[in-house]
């Protein structure tokens, strides 16, 4: 700085530097398929919403094929308040009966899978929301958890992702709600966990890197430290991890849907924090990395 004037050349070549260190990872990049999760709480925040938009649309006008799947449990939590309806929980899963099942679409599908539409169409981007009842994206049957009855709760039996190559190979990004259609001859609808639907359709796909963003740094050793971020984890190691009580709760559904993907041939899988923004652009360009990767 000089007479109280920042230097702008110093500026520059801040900038320029980074820009050199992102080259060979643009590079790497693009032509490539990545699937995002993207949900729950880390859509509450519009600022965060709108730099996880922004990063979309980077990566797309760059030439990388994104993908969104995102789900949406806060969102239908308040409209269930709003119309009366107490929501109930199964072992984890939302208890879905008929009634909860309109919610779960209207919401997901009607609501905010056209919002997000929306803000990347805003941001500059190409964007077509699906569900995945559109062109038979995902079937699904029924799940039987324990014994217990879930309504209309699914697990995805195919991924038929035909419609998601179409849309890729012509620049769109596809936003994916997931509401499934039950299998041949079952005309019912299913709600889908996100985080399990993003891993199949990242398989189905064949794609390069597959990416939670959740409201986390990522696997902790110490819960409430979070600089005992563990950035990577072997497959081989995550049981252990889990006997020993680092991965628990919530967060061992989200490794195993890591696990999903990366044993259906995806390289790469992410558990990253979506309250960082741009923090999926800091994942994808820099050496620096963020969250946890599991390998």
């Avoid at 519009?46 to 030439?63: F, P, R, Y």
């Avoid at 999903?260 to 741009?278: C, K, L, S």
Wanted: aromatic share 6%; net charge negative.
């Amino acid at each position: 700085m000089e007479n109280g004037i920042e230097n702008p050349r110093l500026d520059n070549e801040h900038w320029a530097g980074v820009l050199v260190q992102a080259l060979p990872y643009f590079r790497h990049w693009v032509g490539k398929t990545v699937v995002v999760k993207y949900g729950g709480n880390a859509m509450l925040n519009e600022e965060l919403k709108s730099a996880v938009m922004e990063d979309i649309v980077l990566l797309n006008t760059v030439g990388i094929h994104v993908v969104l799947v995102h789900g949406g449990g806060p969102e239908i939590n308040k409209m269930l308040d709003r119309v009366g309806k107490e929501s109930k929980f199964v072992n984890g899963l939302r208890y879905t009966d008929a009634e909860t099942m309109e919610i779960v679409q209207m919401v997901l599908t009607g609501k905010l899978n056209k919002d997000i539409v929306g803000i990347l169409l805003q941001e500059g981007g190409k964007a077509v929301g699906l569900s995945g009842v559109d062109s038979g994206l995902l079937r699904a049957k029924k799940i039987d958890k324990d014994g217990a009855d879930l309504g209309f709760v699914g697990e995805v039996t195919e991924v038929h992702p035909e419609i998601v190559q179409s849309l890729l190979e012509k620049g769109f990004i596809p936003v994916i709600s997931t509401v499934a259609l039950g299998e041949s001859g079952d005309f019912n609808r299913y709600n889908i966990n996100a985080d399990t639907a993003a891993a199949k359709i990242a398989v189905a796909l064949g794609a390069e890197k597959f990416v939670q963003l959740t409201n986390v740094p990522g696997v902790l050793r110490d819960v409430n430290d979070p600089k005992s971020l563990i950035q990577r984890i072997h497959l081989a190691d995550v049981q252990k991890f889990i006997d020993e009580g680092i991965i628990a709760g919530g967060m061992i559904p989200k490794i195993e849907c890591c696990m999903m993907a990366r044993e259906g041939g995806v390289p790469r899988t992410h558990i990253i924090d979506g309250r960082v923004p741009h923090s999926l652009l800091i994942e994808m360009f820099s050496d620096r990395g963020i969250g946890t990767m599991i390998y």
